[in-house]
């Protein structure tokens, strides 16, 4: 196994382990670390890297550094590394362990327990006269080589370079230009003279240095490069054990250095106590500014809470107003569709009226006897007609006016004063009923002429033996009006069944939870005012019923009703009789929880007007049912 690494030129380096060498120091002194980086993320004494003998094994152990080491990107202290790991120093500096052996060296032959550890001689260095006879034997082989001038030779200076095994034959060598030789790098020593290599040389070559044959044939050329190459190989092996020996040298500089370390770390840490001790200074001074701080927090939360409650108080009151806001608008929407209903009424009357001048005049036109009688009567029907239209033009204006003002009221716009709206609001409640009894007297004048002009009429149809017209009750505006209002009343009760649902399941979460009544006690408040409202409706449109079957028209030998009209009343039958059916729900839930009056305390109260105003509901939409029904068989609809 060997080390690779780059050098800080960028050119990989390479150093074969074996147990018995010494361990080998990573760190950024130029003099003193074996593995040298000059990466600023490496600590001057970072790592090193030996053999245990008890693990029999090799390992890498952090001596101090400043950013780590890791193994295979796993920060370790001291941890066992073999062939394919990688060591990191730092940020980037890598450091590769490589399976076989280094380039440029062999295995031993010797017998050491361990396969493929390099043989390295301690103290074995190459001299010059080693590198000089190397040099002379390839100048001489090469001089005498004059068919191959263009062979590159290797290079002695380099013996870091690829070579090829000794165990394997050398591969015969392209023509390619003599490189350059590169400068030799300064962990390298010097070569040193020494006169016992030439006898090495000439016994490995087998021939004298300076005496080959005259007559050397190319294969005897090749022996000796080859055997140049052998040589070369035993240069740079005679050179990594001058590095070795220079390593232990360094070893024992380096202990030196580690001394002066101490000492110097020692001076590290009594400064660096002292700028703790002023830290620490300097940070209960700011702990006492940090609790003054938390102190003036915690004041202003009690203020935001203060505010807090102020704003939920005042959102409360904001509820309370909007509440009454809307019962206001339901009481709006109710005299916008008094007015509808009114509005309808004198256009069908319009409209009969106009049937009737149009009957009366085709009469006149087809009789001569009563022109003068039956000419007073349409002026007075005209008359009549032109004052229908001038008070149906007025309840137009005041419909627009009143649908401005409930624009205006569902918008919020104009209700900065509430007290002066609240009065103009009963000022035009109590203008709205006044200008209603006089309609309503009006009306019952225009009835009363209608009737005397009706009887006239029939009168005047039996006498022109006139076909009778069928009745399109479809058209009738209180039809038209109360189909708005179960429409709407089976609104009121689906809402009315769900906010009574939405009270019994809030009364039983309050039963469980223990909580207290005031949530609820405004529930049920705004059922109370709802269900208020709802009776008050229920009223209205009893009237209506009671009003449209006086004046429903009673069927006859001549009248015929259309299957639309007959629909229509079987729905509106059904509508009736499922708000019944849900009025009578209403009811029993109201039941159930005026039962539970012993739990909730001072709910029990408002529960039972709850359940008194559902029971008036379910007898009122009762009473509506068989009203229908009645109106049902007078008109001969089974």
Not at 59 to 73: H, L, M, R, W
Not at 494 to 502: E, I, S, T, V
Not at 506 to 526: N, P, S, Y
Not at 604 to 625: C, K, P, R, S, Y
Request: aromatic letters at 4%; a negative charge.
């Amino acid at each position: 196994m060997y080390l690779e690494w780059r050098d800080v030129s960028g050119k990989m380096m390479h150093l074969q382990m074996a147990p018995d060498i010494e361990p080998v120091t990573i760190g950024r002194k130029p003099n003193v670390s074996r593995i040298f980086s000059n990466e600023t993320t490496v600590s001057r004494d970072h790592g090193r890297i030996g053999y245990d003998d008890q693990e029999r094994a090799y390992y890498i152990k952090d001596i101090g550094s400043a950013n780590g080491t890791f193994v295979n990107d796993k920060p370790v202290k001291r941890a066992s590394i073999a062939q394919g790991d990688v060591v990191r120093c730092g940020e980037r500096f890598e450091i590769f362990l490589r399976e076989g052996m280094a380039p440029g060296e062999r295995a031993s032959t010797g017998n050491t327990g361990q396969q493929g550890v390099v043989d390295r001689p301690r103290m074995a260095s190459p001299t010059m006269h080693q590198v000089g006879g190397l040099e002379g034997l390839r100048d001489q082989i090469n001089n005498r080589a004059g068919a191959a001038p263009d062979l590159q030779r290797p290079d002695l200076h380099r013996p870091d370079v690829h070579r090829p095994d000794v165990h394997r034959p050398a591969p015969r060598a392209e023509p390619r230009p003599e490189p350059r030789p590169e400068p030799r790098s300064e962990s390298r020593p010097e070569p040193r003279p020494d006169y016992e290599l030439r006898p090495q040389v000439a016994s490995a070559t087998g021939r004298q240095p300076l005496a080959a044959p005259a007559g050397a044939s190319s294969a005897e050329l090749e022996t000796f490069r080859r055997k140049v190459v052998e040589l070369e190989q035993e240069n740079g092996r005679l050179l990594s054990r001058v590095s070795q020996a220079e390593g232990r040298v360094k070893e024992v500089e380096r202990n030196n250095v580690a001394d002066e370390g101490l000492y110097d770390k020692y001076a590290q840490l009594k400064d660096h106590a002292q700028t703790l001790s002023r830290q620490l200074e300097r940070t209960r001074e700011e702990l006492a500014v940090e609790q003054n701080r938390a102190l003036e927090a915690d004041a202003r939360a009690r203020d935001l809470d203060r505010r807090v409650k102020e704003a939920e108080d005042r959102g409360a009151d904001i509820q309370e107003r909007i509440a009454g806001l809307k019962v206001r608008v339901t009481q709006k929407d109710r005299q916008i569709e008094e007015l509808q209903r009114q509005y309808d009424q004198l256009d069908y009357e319009k409209r009969a009226l106009q049937d009737q001048v149009l009957s009366l005049e085709a009469h006149i036109n087809d009789g001569s006897g009563e022109n003068l009688k039956f000419e007073r009567r349409i002026n007075m029907l005209q008359e009549i007609i032109e004052e229908k239209e001038g008070l149906i033009q007025e309840k137009k204006a005041e419909l627009r006016a009143k649908e401005v003002e409930l624009r205006q009221a569902q918008m919020g716009v104009g209700l900065s004063d509430l007290e002066s709206e609240k009065r103009k609001l009963l000022e035009d409640f109590h203008n709205s009923i006044k200008r209603n009894d006089e309609m309503n007297e009006r009306v019952s004048q225009l009835n009363r002429q209608i009737d005397t002009l009706k009887g006239d009429l029939e009168q005047a149809k039996q006498d022109a033996n006139r076909k009778p017209k069928e009745v399109d009750v479809s058209e009738h505006p209180e039809f038209k009006a109360k189909v708005r209002e179960i429409e709407r009343m089976r609104e009121d009760l689906q809402q009315a069944g769900r906010d009574l649902a939405k009270a019994e399941f809030k009364l039983e979460q309050a039963v469980a939870e223990g909580v207290t009544t005031k949530g609820l006690e405004k529930d049920l408040e705004r059922l109370k005012v709802r269900n208020e409202s709802l009776e008050d409706q229920l009223r209205d449109a009893e009237a209506r019923v009671a009003e449209l079957l006086d004046r429903a028209p009673v069927a006859s030998s001549g009248l015929t009703l259309t299957p639309e009209i007959v629909a229509m009343l079987d729905d509106l039958a059904q509508a009736t009789t499922d708000a019944k059916r849900n009025a009578l729900l209403a009811r029993d839930t109201a039941d159930k929880l005026n039962r539970q009056r012993n739990k909730t305390g001072d709910l029990a109260d408002t529960i039972e007007l709850v359940f008194d105003a559902t029971v008036v509901l379910a007898q009122d939409l009762g009473m509506q049912e068989r009203m229908i029904k009645t109106l049902q068989q007078d008109l001969g609809v089974t």
